[in-house]
């Protein structure tokens, strides 16, 4: 059975506008979850959201769902084989990773923009795809083998670290407009009109929308919808309401079936199939892999 995971204890409603959305993670029997968000005065807050790690302690293959959340990712496999790494465009609809039996997935989630400077390729290209990091990045083999002999999560945290300052990406810094926008949306917590923020920026909808597609890899749309779904769903897991009513209009859909229609847009299923969310609440076989 798989349950939410929060790292720090704040629902959506509850959290600074200066904090950013951390995105849902689920957690399971047979994995061990770990997670780490960089908070502003981390040399690289502004280049990653979070880190998470998943370790499969089972002698089975688990399937872990990716709630889409309007980020990019980096992803590590490290079996005791073979070990991959791969970069993620944004996820639009639920997809799941496979990590094999007694195998970790350290995985990096990354802010928007970065991947535009990163790969110096439009965010766009890898909207629901994923590609092999080699093709993109130096010495990664090199970086996979640190990471599997790393003895733990917070070892291989610093071992990213090392990693990015040889990439000098303490010296990224997101674009101005994107940076804005993206914080006028988590602040209202995605129930904003396109119009609205674009006037707020003083720029055209045209022009923002094209922005967001090459620095976000989504329309400016989109990525409201999703940190919308995002906070309706922090609050769903946390409180568990018997009445999902209240939850639609307090985080800005116009009823519940218009909730339903948003989630069944991104997942699959309805805002009550994932108020108890588990494993069996989940269509395995019609979810598509990410890797």
Not at 36 to 60: M, V
Not at 112 to 122: A, G, Q
Request: neutral net charge; glycine residues 4%; contains cysteine.
């Amino acid at each position: 059975m798989l349950s939410l995971f929060i790292s720090n204890k704040q629902t959506a409603k509850d959290r600074p506008s200066t904090q950013p959305l951390a995105p849902i993670l689920l957690d399971g029997a047979g994995i061990q979850l770990q997670r780490r968000i960089f908070p502003h005065d981390h040399e690289y807050h502004k280049f990653i959201l979070d880190t998470f790690e998943i370790a499969n302690l089972s002698g089975e293959e688990l399937q872990y769902p990716l709630i889409p959340n309007g980020y990019m990712s980096l992803y590590f496999m490290l079996g005791s084989n073979n070990s991959h790494g791969y970069v993620s465009g944004v996820l639009t609809f639920l997809r799941k990773l496979r990590i094999k039996p007694y195998s970790v997935a350290y995985c990096v989630r990354l802010h928007p923009d970065v991947i535009h400077w990163l790969l110096d390729i439009p965010a766009s290209d890898l909207t629901d795809r994923a590609l092999p990091l080699e093709q993109f990045l130096p010495q990664v083999d090199s970086f996979l083998n640190e990471l599997k002999r790393g003895e733990s999560f917070h070892e291989r945290n610093i071992l990213l670290g090392r990693y990015l300052s040889g990439l000098n990406s303490a010296q990224f810094s997101p674009m101005a407009l994107v940076s804005r926008c993206v914080n006028i949306i988590l602040e209202n917590q995605g129930v904003i009109k396109v119009s609205e923020i674009a006037t707020i920026v003083g720029c055209s909808e045209r022009y923002l929308n094209r922005i967001f597609q090459e620095h976000v890899g989504v329309s400016t749309k989109l990525f409201s919808e999703m940190t919308q779904l995002q906070c309706s769903l922090q609050n769903i897991f946390a409180t568990k309401p018997k009445s999902l009513l209240n939850t639609a209009v307090t985080f800005g859909y116009f009823d519940q079936a218009h909730m339903n229609r948003s989630y069944q847009k991104f997942l699959d299923c309805t805002a009550c199939d994932m108020r108890y969310a588990d494993a069996h609440s989940l269509t395995w076989n019609t979810i598509t892999n990410i890797l």
